[in-house]
């Protein structure tokens, strides 16, 4: 007489679609980042001339885009053909980097809380190494145009952070027409005005600074951003838990799929 033994251990096609859909999303999402940024590039010429991202001295957001569109798309791209292949080699890298850059969000979190006054140190110098690159790069400008109109600020610690940028200089050496000037974006808005002055902040710091409130933000960004952080600090705290979440539910859809298949691997053996 023999005896046959059958596994009963299968692929659950829940955890495997669902796993599926799960990265779908971030495959799409790192297609539409990478689409946006190579456009982004081709408008402003960096794909016929790459100097130009090494030339520029401050951070060109398309190059943040560039890097967040490269990540999700690899990474669903790995999520995706892993689940639907049952490929175990590509859910464990899946799994793995999302790990990974869970303990990185959480350990810069945790160094961000205990090195405050480093973390400070660090965004203002950034901050003023952007100034300086501000007419050098479009989408650099239009990203301190909009952090400043947002949050009522004007330079890392106050107008005359604008000093670092020559076109804005109040140096003698300085030609420009923008000398001892502010950005548009620094001007405190006109609601009677429909159209924005972009020559509001000329020569405005050559007038005493008592004379400043009236017509620009005084407040530095880095103040109005440690000062906006504790207002919503609920919503912050609600975003951070919300990716954390999902970045768990996808490691535990991940390992789930992972554990199956090497069970199934195992009863076939036999």
């Not at 790459?50 to 669903?76: A, E, N, Q, R, S």
């Not at 790069?137 to 000093?163: M, T, V």
Request: aromatic share 14%; net charge neutral.
């Amino acid at each position: 007489m023999h005896y046959y033994r059958y596994s009963n251990a299968e692929v659950s096609c829940w955890y495997k679609y669902l796993l599926f859909s799960y990265n779908i999303v971030f495959w799409l999402a790192g297609v539409a980042f990478l689409a946006a940024g190579l456009w982004a590039w081709s408008e402003k010429g960096v794909l016929s001339d790459l100097t130009k991202v090494t030339g520029l001295h401050g951070l060109d957001p398309v190059v943040l885009v560039l890097v967040v569109g490269i990540v999700m798309f690899t990474l669903g791209f790995a999520g995706c053909v892993g689940a639907l292949r049952e490929n175990i080699c590509l859910l464990k890298f899946f799994c793995a980097a999302i790990v990974f850059i869970f303990l990185l969000e959480l350990t810069a979190a945790v160094l961000a809380f205990l090195f405050q006054d480093w973390v400070r140190d660090r965004v203002k110098e950034f901050f003023e190494n952007n100034i300086k690159s501000y007419r050098d790069d479009i989408d650099l400008q239009n990203l301190i145009d909009s952090l400043q109109k947002i949050n009522h600020c004007c330079g890392a610690q106050g107008p005359d952070d604008w000093d670092f940028n020559i076109y804005f200089n109040c140096s003698s050496e300085s030609k420009s027409r923008e000398k001892c000037g502010v950005p548009f974006s620094c001007c405190i808005p006109d609601p009677a005005q429909k159209v924005v002055n972009t020559q509001c902040g000329y020569d405005v710091r050559k007038k005493s600074k008592s004379q400043w409130d009236d017509q620009i933000f005084v407040k530095g960004c880095i103040v109005a951003l440690e000062a906006w952080l504790p207002r919503n600090i609920y919503i912050v705290a609600g975003v951070f838990i919300a990716i954390s979440l999902l970045q768990i539910f996808g490691i535990f859809l991940a390992r789930t799929l992972i554990s199956d298949i090497e069970a199934v691997k195992a009863g076939n053996a036999f």
